[in-house]
């Protein structure tokens, strides 16, 4: 008889929990690392930038649904790949998570070397790579390093709870209770009020060489002008529209970094008339107009667009070149046809705006401000911040459309031209909003009876290396940064006049709080127009709240233009062979639809190495120069170039036939072969 044998230790007794214990030791360290990857500078970037919220019109729900997915989806998809190494067996599992170990600390290492280190691209790559490994290495022989990055997984969620609680968006998030003082109406009439604020818009971009506004390219700017009080010396008080229009609205100076948010200022231009005054506001990346006040009936965009556009924030904070990691260049009016609505207005008599087949394209919130303008029996403020001319710049001058590649410079050689040309393209088709919104004013009687306003926040640098409008565009372009078109129509005023007094911005609201008799119950910086003008002479500006750069007033000229070159417009016919070029968007010109309101109006692709920097080539559609621009320096992107062809007039319905020419001595041709 066999004795009893001894009980076989159960391989779920003890096995089990340690085998579940490695597995959550391992996804608290993905945690760690991804949340230092990923978590971290994603909120650190979105909490700073509550206008990212505002633009795209999130509510507390899509907000808080994105930062649970930052915070929790690229972990459980790395713990995911993870965990498919068990079913290689235990020695795979171990090796798997290793290797993502290493994985995520070489993407560590290419944004800590993007900010600690001179190199870029393929060299940081290489570098971060060889830190990954070692990283990885040091993982498996110190166990030391895993007990530290498992401390580390409470990282996620303090990221999380300064998102939520202590950074500039948690204003938006979270908002607390508004309670805006209403204004005091005094004696006198209380007129409408019609305002329009611009978005990235230069005083010189406007300028003729006479320094007068340029009439011919710009005639409704011109018109206006010539109706008003222009005041000539007006400027910005910073280059960031989240701290200059709640010091417009306000008219005080930026203090704090705040969200341009009803709960941040709750005392503005909106809460000292909205007792009063009815409110009809399109804000773009501003929400200073509380509920209780006016209803702004933009459609919002949904979680999709904030996810696409946080993706795109992900590529470039994950880049191993330098990128601008910026929310705002998302920044794109939608299309009335995007947003669903109905165009404002019939036909307009000019024949140059081809406004019957190219409503579609009109951006959303300008149709929206278009038709609300109508008399009351109130007195109502009409108020729209557009995003135009300010990028992407998308607009050609009759109001159609193009595409363009997201990865081409604004500054440097070239560049800095290209970008200039298309703010100007983009500038025109703003005339012609501004146009349109003169001729419906008069249309409906508000024109002689309303306080018109035309302005911009701020302007922006297009000079070549300090392209842009931040400390250093202003170091070396105040001029263009600070200086902005300001138009103020008194009800019933038919003869224009020019006023250069420094106008700062924090005058705005004083200034309109005189002319239609409202007093505001707060003190402000600012000083109304109908005072006397203040006496420094010089400038302030913040480039930071509560940090004042200061720089001599006076009206800016107009910078050096370069003239266009003498083959723009030119017939060509046939010239003899000169190389090959590519072109990105050639298969775009065999089907054209004008009507449709779109066209390939920008040309990009590459040329040979061989070609040396700075030649010129022209661009013809249909047998006419549009454009002539350089081969700009080799950078990521190859030998390129790029050219815009602004005058619609050069396309067909149809096959377009495209040419590329190389511009030599005495401006001879020779054709480019392109593919």
């Known amino acids: 008889m066999r004795p009893p044998s001894a009980p076989t230790p159960s391989p779920t007794g003890e096995a089990v929990p340690s085998a579940r214990r490695a597995e959550l030791r391992r996804l608290l360290e993905v945690a760690a690392l991804v949340g230092l990857v990923v978590t ?27 930062v649970a997915m930052i915070a929790l989806l690229p972990t459980l998809a790395v713990a995911l790949v993870g965990l498919a190494g068990r079913l290689a067996g235990p020695r795979a599992r171990r090796v798997t998570h290793r290797l993502l170990v290493g994985l995520l600390l070489a993407a560590l290492a290419v944004q800590v070397g993007r900010h600690a280190a001179p190199l870029r ?52 998030v979270l908002p607390r209770a508004h309670g805006g003082a209403a204004g005091v109406a005094g004696p006198g009439e209380h007129p409408p009020v019609v305002m329009i604020v611009l978005d990235e818009l230069p005083l010189v971009s406007l300028l003729g060489a006479d320094g007068r506004i340029d009439a011919t390219r710009y ?59 009815d409110v009809r506001a399109e804000e773009s990346i501003t929400r200073l107009c509380p509920p209780s006040r006016c209803d702004q009936p933009v459609p919002q965009q949904g979680l999709g667009a904030l996810v696409r556009e946080t993706g795109k924030l992900l590529a470039q904070v994950a880049a191993p070149v330098d990128s601008r990691v910026d929310p705002e260049e998302s920044y794109r009016e939608r299309t009335r046809a995007e947003a669903g609505l109905d165009a404002a207005e019939p036909v307009p008599a000019d024949p140059k705006f081809r406004w019957d087949s190219l409503d579609d394209n009109q951006p959303a919130r300008f149709t929206s401000f278009l038709a609300g303008l109508r008399p009351s029996n109130r007195p109502t403020l009409h108020f729209l911040h557009l995003l135009m001319p300010h990028p992407p710049w998308a607009y050609l001058p009759s109001g159609a459309r193009y595409d363009a590649p997201e990865d081409l410079p604004s500054d440097g050689a070239g560049w800095v031209d290209l970008a200039r040309v298309r703010h100007l393209a983009q500038l025109e088709y703003t005339d012609r909003l501004i146009g349109e919104t003169l001729r419906t004013l008069r249309a409906t009687g508000l024109y002689d009876k309303a306080l018109v306003l035309v302005t911009a926040d701020h302007g922006v640098s297009f000079t070549r290396d300090w392209q842009g409008r931040g400390m250093d565009a202003i170091d070396h372009a105040a001029g263009q940064v600070a200086w902005v078109p300001m138009f103020v129509k008194d009800p019933g005023q038919r003869a224009g006049r020019t006023d250069d007094r420094n106008w700062e911005h924090v005058d705005l609201l004083p200034t309109i709080a005189d002319a239609v008799h409202v007093k505001v119950p707060w003190p402000m910086d600012g000083r109304s127009a ?33 003239a266009p070159h003498p083959l723009v417009g030119a017939a060509v016919g046939e010239e003899p062979a000169g190389g090959a070029a590519t072109v990105a968007n050639l298969a775009a ?42 081969v700009v320096p080799a950078d990521k992107g190859g030998r390129r170039f790029a050219a815009l062809l602004p005058d619609d007039h050069l396309f067909r319905a149809g096959a377009n036939r495209l040419d590329l020419y190389r511009v030599g001595a005495g401006d001879a041709l020779r054709h480019l072969t392109l593919s």
């Open 589 to 630: 010109f065999r089907r054209v639809d004008p009507a449709a309101g779109e066209l390939p109006a920008l040309v990009w692709g590459t040329v040979p190495r061989e070609v040396p920097d700075g030649t010129l080539l022209a661009v013809a559609v249909n047998g006419r120069v549009g454009a002539v621009v350089p």
């Open 530 to 562: 109908r005072q006397g003008p203040r006496d420094r002479t010089e400038k302030w500006f913040y480039d930071r709240p509560g940090e004042r750069v200061t720089f001599p007033g006076g009206v800016p000229a107009r910078p050096a233009v370069p």
């Open 121 to 172: 691209g393929v060299p940081l790559l290489l570098a971060a790579a060889v830190a990954g490994a070692a990283g990885a290495a040091a993982h498996r022989r110190w166990s030391v390093i895993g007990r530290v990055l498992r401390v580390a997984a409470l990282g996620p969620p303090v990221f999380v709870a300064l998102f939520l609680f202590a950074s500039p968006a948690s204003a938006v």
């Open 219 to 277: 005639p409704h700017f011109a018109e206006l002008a010539a109706q008003s009080t222009w005041y000539r010396n007006a400027t910005g008080v910073s280059g960031w529209t989240p701290y200059a229009l709640p010091a417009m609205l306000t008219g005080r100076y930026p203090a704090l970094p705040l969200a341009p948010h009803y709960s941040q200022y709750p005392d503005n231009l909106f809460t000292a008339l909205g007792g009063l005054y």
């Open 40 to 66: 971290q500078p994603l909120l650190d970037v979105l909490g700073r930038s509550p206008d990212f919220f505002l633009f795209h019109r999130a509510t507390t729900g899509d907000i808080l649904l994105l």
